[in-house]
């Protein structure tokens, strides 16, 4: 199985800082990876998908990048709405895994 | 527009057998690179992958829960459903059905429906 490792576990941020997100995989899974969003008693949102591709519909202040085993999503200007919990999530192989998540704070 | 909802049991006793419906509209499942599954997330934990059935009826489950889970599609009802056997208290969780296409994410989820596991 391929083992997706999110950091940090927490982050504080403030309005309008820049806030990015690491996830790294076990081996490689090229770009087969995706990004979602979730708020509490909520379904996660569709983000990111191929590493990079923003999903139609979702801000422009949210990108990804990375290749191989290392990647990150970014926020470029840290929103309200933006306090949430992500994940990430790797679609090179089965099992699809999961990230540990991301909660984004107010600091 | 794609729409997907879970229905079952929202308690079933230690030992028992969950089972789970997807019920969908906007897509079909005969449709070459459609697949359906299911992701749970314990309360407060992460998200767990647990199975998805695709539209050839390949079939994939989370190895750790491979011997206790079975997924199924009609795809003249539009349902897919997920059956877990032995349930045990750690199996409580909120249980989503998500569509995703083959190198695509999972870009459409169901509501969620809770399952408490207790005697």
């Known amino acids: 199985d391929i083992q997706m490792t999110q950091s940090p576990s927490t982050l504080s941020a403030s309005v309008g800082d820049r806030v990015t997100i690491t996830c790294r995989a076990s081996q490689s899974i090229s770009s087969w990876l995706a990004w979602y969003q979730q708020k509490p008693g909520k379904a996660p949102k569709f983000l990111i998908y191929k590493a990079s591709s923003l999903e139609s519909g979702v801000p422009s202040r949210f990108s990804g990048s990375g290749s191989g085993t290392e990647f990150t999503l970014t926020i470029s200007s840290l929103q309200p709405d933006d306090f949430a919990t992500y994940y990430c999530q790797q679609y090179d192989s089965h099992p699809l895994t999961f990230g540990g998540g991301t909660k984004v704070e107010i600091k | 527009q794609i729409t997907l909802k879970e229905s079952g049991p929202t308690l079933v006793k230690p030992t028992e057998t969950l089972t789970l419906t997807c019920t969908f509209s906007?897509?079909?499942?005969?449709?070459?690179?459609?697949?359906v599954g299911w992701v749970r997330q314990p309360p407060g934990k992460a998200l767990e992958w647990l199975a998805v059935i695709y539209w050839d009826d390949g079939k994939y489950y989370s190895p750790s829960l491979n011997r206790r889970l079975t997924i199924t599609k009609d795809t003249s009802t539009n349902q897919v459903v997920l059956t877990m056997t032995n349930m045990d208290p750690a199996d409580t969780a909120t249980y989503y059905c998500?569509?995703?296409?083959?190198?695509?994410?999972?870009?459409?989820w169901g509501q969620g429906t809770t399952v408490t596991v207790s005697s």
């Open positions: 998500v569509h995703r296409l083959v190198n695509y994410g999972m870009d459409v």
């Open positions: 906007g897509f079909s499942l005969s449709t070459r690179g459609v697949g």
